[in-house]
C-alpha cells in the first residue's frame, strides 16, 4: 500500500460537506526547484511544495487527518500557481509568464 501524501485542499470550506469528492493538491517536501505551476508554502512549520500540475479529484474517504490550515499569504500562493498551470493567471500589460 502506498504511503499518505499531505495535500491542500483549495475548496472553500462552505462548499465541503455536500461534495463526496473534492480536488486536491499533493504536497512534497522536495523544495529544491520550483517551475510553474508549484508553489512552496510552509506547513507544520517545514517549507513543502505544492504541486498545481498534479491536482487530482479524490473521494473524501480517502482524506484521514487534518494537519492545519494555510496561512492567507501561502494560500495565496497556491491559489495562484493553480491559475498558472490552467492557464488562468491574467498578467499585467508587459509582463510575459515565467518559463523555465
Known sequence: MRQ???VVIPTADDLL???YKVQVVPLTTNTVRRYRGEAVVTVGGRPSKALA???VT???HR???YAGT???PDLATV???VREHLGLLVLPLG???RTR
Open 4 to 6: 499518505p501524501r499531505p
Open 17 to 19: 460537506p455536500p461534495k
Open 53 to 55: 500540475t498534479q491536482i
Open 58 to 60: 479524490v473521494s473524501k
Open 63 to 65: 482524506i484521514w487527518d
Open 70 to 72: 494555510l496561512s492567507a
Open 79 to 81: 491559489e495562484t500557481a
Open 95 to 97: 509582463l510575459e509568464p
